[in-house]
Structures are given as C-alpha cells and as structure tokens.
C-alpha cells in the first residue's frame, strides 16, 4: 500500500472515530439535516436500561451544542432514532426498571427529557403541588410526524377520559373527533388517562394505544379527586412536546364538540393569553362535606373563586401550556379542575373570555343547540354518533333561527 493512501485511510478512521465519539459536533452546518439519518444507526445507541439512556442523553447535549441544535432538538432526533433502531417498540421503559410492558415507539422517560431541557418550571425547587408522576403510555412524536420540521398544530385537543371508558373513546374517534383538519387548519385530539389500578383493563389500554397512538396515561390513580392532576400532566405535556400547538381545547369524553366551529372561532381569537369557555364568576366554595363538590377552608380559604371557565370545554391559546403547568406547581390542590386551572389563569392575571357557545346543562340532541355549538354537555353520550350524523345530514335542509354569526356577536358580555 503506497504511504500516502495508509495516511489517507488513517485520516477517515479518525476522523470517523471522532465523528462517533464527538457525536457529530464535527459535521458542518450544512449537514445537520442528515444528523437525522445519522442518529439512526443502531449501533449508537445500545439501550440497556433507562440510566444508560439519561447518559447517553447528557454526552449528546454537551457535544450538541456544537451544531446549534436545541436540546429540545436533539431530544426529538434521539427519540426518533430510538423508535427506529428498535423497530417500533422499546422494551422496558416503566415507571420500575423490571417492567416490560412494551410502550409506544419512541417513549423517552419524561424525566431524561427533563433533566437536560431548561422549562420555565425548572426553578421551581419547592413545589406547593408537585407533579411527580410519569408518563406510563407517551406519544412524543405526535406533534412531530415530520421530525424536525415541526407538523404545525392548530388545535390539540385534550379530552379526558376514564381508562375503562373504551366504547366512548371510540365513539368520540369516529365522530367529533373524526376531524383532523378543518379549512387547511391542523386538529389533533389526545385523551388524558390515569392508572385504571385494574390489569386487565391497563392491558387493553395498551392495546388501545397501539392501534390509535393517541392516549397519554401517567401512574396516578385515575380519580375524580385526582382530574386536577389529569390538568396538570396534560399542560406539561404539551409544553415538552407540542409547544407548537396554537391553541387547546380541554374537554371530556361526554361532551360533544363541533371542531369546525372552534376553528371559525378561533381565526379571529387572539393568539396569547387567551382563555375562553362559559365563565363561572363570583362562585362561592361549598364549605359543607355533603357535596360533591366539597372544598375546606384548608384547602381554599378565600370566600369565592376567581372567574373560570366550566370544565366541560374550555379553549386556551398554547402559549398558557407551560404557564400554567408552572403556576400549578405553586397552588395548593385544589380537586375542582376548572377552579384549579382558573387559579393559575388568576395568578397570571388573565381575564377568561366569556362565551355563550359552550353549553355546560347536560342535554339532549336538539339539532340548532348542537349546530350552533363549540361544545356541549349530552345526557347520553353513547348515542353521539347518531348526533354527528344526523348534524351532517340536515346540514342542507335546517334552518336555525340563530345562527354563528349572531353568537359571536353576543359573546362580549364580560
Ligand atoms: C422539511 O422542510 C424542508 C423545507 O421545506 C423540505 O425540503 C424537507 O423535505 C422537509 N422534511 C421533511 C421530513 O418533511
Ligand atoms: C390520586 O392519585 C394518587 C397517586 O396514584 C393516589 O395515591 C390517590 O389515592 C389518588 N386519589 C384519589 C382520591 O383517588
Ligand atoms: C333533511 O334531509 C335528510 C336527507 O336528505 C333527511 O334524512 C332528513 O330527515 C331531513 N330533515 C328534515 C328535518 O326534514
């Protein structure tokens, strides 16, 4: 071999091995679109347990700084090297190390994503109300199914369901949710899951998960007592992985909403600091333990809760996910969701937009009510599928005395 071909091939092993071990810092701007494909390869990422990974995660983040990617960025492209190297399963990222329960493609535990990204509730060192739960079923890349060029978000919807509600997750998959985009705008719905604590149905919400790929579940007790913490893993979530949605619809898996008609609403809303629904204002706390809705001085002394938007719909502009998750770290629990997140709206001295197009009564189908409508509360949810067709078969041949366009004009009252 002549010498200065041995010269030449020592040079490229070096600098491949340098590549490796620098992690790519050594590629040239112009090629950070590759970084993709380069991530990709196996034989870099060797998964053994969740440490091995939080390591990996940091001696990426100290190199990557190099090619002016974020560590948001890096943490999406290992993500998706991830899902791709181990073909579309990862194996053993539970809440305990032993657990195999396979996961979603691309599930990165939360808290290595969260020990290397900077969030606003970072400096948080003593929460009030911590949120130490994690994540048990994740879909880090549905807001990213274009990798690095984030899929842009119009609406996220967040709908919280109970893990043994199957049959009205489907119905809501089949008809208000059905809407993936409505006049060129992106929607895309999530369901908000607890622990079910019962095996049998925590199995078939894997299932679930696979065959949909559009539930979130964390390992606290799926409760009534516990939907403020529901709240609270649903605004986390979109601030570590859809900061780009414009704006959220919370809502449950009995209301019926009409995304076409959020959309129209929503090309004219304002795109921060926004937070709209039907407003409670000037509500006292029931003090005595025979209701429902029972709060103690304790846990709230004040004698009315700020204005807040009823829980069965309420839109906020995306900016609030991260704000609101951080207030919520700073506020005692309070178990009233609503009240909760209108807690955290308070303190960022919010003002919620009153709307009359959400309708908190539960009710029957009545054709007008629900043409009209952002959302509304149904006696019978099971029978939504009737309702969503019946609404697009009579689109042509009903004439509603209101229509939108009065609504909105009506909706500046507060
Ligand atoms: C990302 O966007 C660029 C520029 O618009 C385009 O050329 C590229 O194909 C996109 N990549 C993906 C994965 O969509
Ligand atoms: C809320 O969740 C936590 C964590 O799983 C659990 O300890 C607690 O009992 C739950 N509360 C209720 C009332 O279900
Ligand atoms: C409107 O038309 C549809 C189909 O053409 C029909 O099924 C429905 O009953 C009509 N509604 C009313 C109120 O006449």
Redesign the pocket.
């Known amino acids: 071999m002549k010498p200065w071909v041995s010269v030449l091939l020592m040079a490229f092993s070096v600098l491949c091995v340098m590549q490796i071990v620098a992690l790519y810092s050594w590629l040239p701007n112009k090629y950070k ?1 590759d970084l ?1 494909s380069c991530l990709s390869i196996e034989n870099h990422i060797s998964i053994s347990s969740r440490e091995t990974l939080g390591e990996k995660f940091k001696q990426l983040t100290k190199e990557g700084k190099n090619l002016g990617l974020s560590k948001a960025e890096l943490v999406l492209l290992l993500d998706q090297a991830l899902r791709e190297s181990q073909n579309g399963e990862v194996q053993g990222f539970g809440s305990k190390k032993e657990e195999s329960i396979p996961f979603r493609a691309g599930t990165v535990d939360q808290k290595v994503v969260e020990s290397i990204v900077t969030y606003p509730w970072s400096d948080i060192s003593n929460p009030i109300n911590p949120h130490d739960y994690e994540l048990v079923i994740n879909q880090p890349n549905f807001c990213n199914k ?4 984030k899929t842009s978000v119009f609406v996220l919807v967040l709908m919280t369901s109970s893990p043994s509600n199957f049959k009205q997750r489907d119905i809501q998959r089949k008809s208000c949710m059905s809407l993936s985009q409505v006049y060129g705008r992106n929607f895309l719905s999530l369901f908000l899951l607890g622990d079910s604590g019962n095996e049998k149905i925590s199995a078939k919400v894997v299932e679930e998960s696979f065959k949909h790929g559009d539930i979130l579940q964390e390992n606290f007790q799926d409760s009534y007592i516990n939907l403020t913490v529901k709240i609270q893993m649903g605004m986390k979530w979109v601030s570590m992985y859809c900061p780009q949605a414009e704006y959220i619809l919370k809502t449950d898996d009995d209301v019926f909403v009409s995304l076409s008609n959020i959309a129209q609403l929503l090309e004219k809303a304002p795109r921060k600091n926004y937070y709209t629904g039907y407003v409670y204002t000037g509500t006292k706390p029931l003090r005595e333990k025979k209701y429902k809705w029972y709060v103690s001085e304790e846990q709230y002394p004040r004698t009315i809760f700020p204005p807040y938007c009823c829980g069965i719909g309420y839109i906020l502009s995306g900016d609030l996910a991260p704000k609101i998750f951080t207030q919520s770290l700073t506020i005692p629990y309070i178990y009233l969701e609503d009240v909760f997140t209108g807690l955290c709206i308070e303190k960022l001295n919010i003002v919620p937009k009153v709307n009359p197009g959400f309708f908190v009564d539960k009710q029957d189908y009545d054709y007008c009510t629900f043409k009209r409508a952002y959302a509304v509360h149904v006696n019978k949810p099971i029978e939504m599928f009737k309702y969503w067709n019946n609404l697009a078969e009579n689109t042509a041949n009903v004439t509603c005395k209101v229509r939108m366009e009065h609504l909105r004009h009506r909706r500046t009252f507060g």
């Open positions: 679109k993709n274009d990798g690095l060029n």
